[in-house]
């Protein structure tokens, strides 16, 4: 199994200033913990400044967002290629925020996926049910819904290399956690969909996180909760000390 993965999502904050200090912080303080495979994922604005930054350090960078073209008549958008070329390793791709606030479909973020696995750059494919779905009992039916079509077209060999992180749409800046035993269940889920998918073999790799108000204070039961891989991580990785305390539940 590749070892645990910890992503900072910064969402729209931080200038590129503001982005460096935190990417300098974390750097400093994760020296000691290569175990984990840490990721900054700071906004579109700031990716050159943090891979400069964190260039060297065995910390990987990470967009938030992709358009699935090389190039093109798409104004706005950020490429595959330039993601590359600007030190990114990983996307996030389907983030609840994208599905829900500038409505992707699973459409397209079956087309961005497969255009990142085209690049090689590593997806943190995002999927969860919103708190009405939950109380319809409708949560295994829309994570199916959401990685069957995410991950229709890749192939058994590009499987690998994707990351899923479950994310809870009610969960997200909520402060309202899933609790160890929820993110279990749907983790244990996701695996489910993927072996049947792709074959025990190939998904084996496939770390799969969770993500959802995670702070310092609930990151060691979650980090501990069976078939939880890594955690993705918005508002308490803004704080370098907040994150650093998640990163060490891994240690
Ligand atoms: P949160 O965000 O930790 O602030 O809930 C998580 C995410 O949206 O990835």
């Given at each position: 199994m590749k070892p645990p993965l910890v992503v900072a999502n910064?969402?729209?904050?931080?200038?590129r200033v503001e982005a460096q200090n935190l990417a300098r912080q974390i750097f400093n303080g994760v020296?000691?913990?290569?175990?984990v495979e840490v990721v900054l994922a700071p906004p579109f604005t700031a990716l050159a400044t943090v891979a400069d930054e964190l260039r060297g350090s065995g910390l990987r960078l990470a967009a938030q967002n992709v358009h699935?073209?090389?190039?093109?008549?798409?104004?706005g958008e950020i490429s595959p290629k330039m993601l590359r070329e600007t030190g990114c390793t990983f996307v996030l791709i389907g983030h609840s925020e994208r599905r829900?606030?500038?409505?992707?479909n699973d459409q397209m973020v079956a087309k961005k996926m497969l255009a990142l696995l085209r690049a090689d750059l590593w997806p943190i494919l995002c999927v969860g049910e919103t708190l009405q779905e939950r109380k319809k009992g409708m949560t295994r039916r829309v994570i199916s819904r959401q990685l069957t079509a995410a991950l229709k077209g890749v192939s058994k060999d590009a499987i690998e290399n994707i990351n899923v992180a479950y994310e809870p749409v009610w969960a997200i800046g909520t402060g309202h956690t899933a609790t160890p035993d929820q993110a279990s269940d749907a983790h244990r889920w996701i695996r489910d969909v993927m072996n049947r998918l792709f074959g025990t073999t190939k998904t084996m790799q496939i770390r799969i996180l969770y993500g959802g108000s995670v702070r310092p204070e609930n990151a060691a039961e979650l980090a501990r909760a069976s078939e939880v891989n890594g955690l993705l991580v918005g508002g308490a990785s803004l704080k370098a000390e907040e994150f650093l305390r998640i990163i060490s539940q891994f240690a």
């Open positions: 910064w969402k729209m904050h931080g200038t020296k000691d913990q290569w175990n699935w073209k090389e190039e093109g008549a798409f104004t829900h606030l500038f409505d992707e």
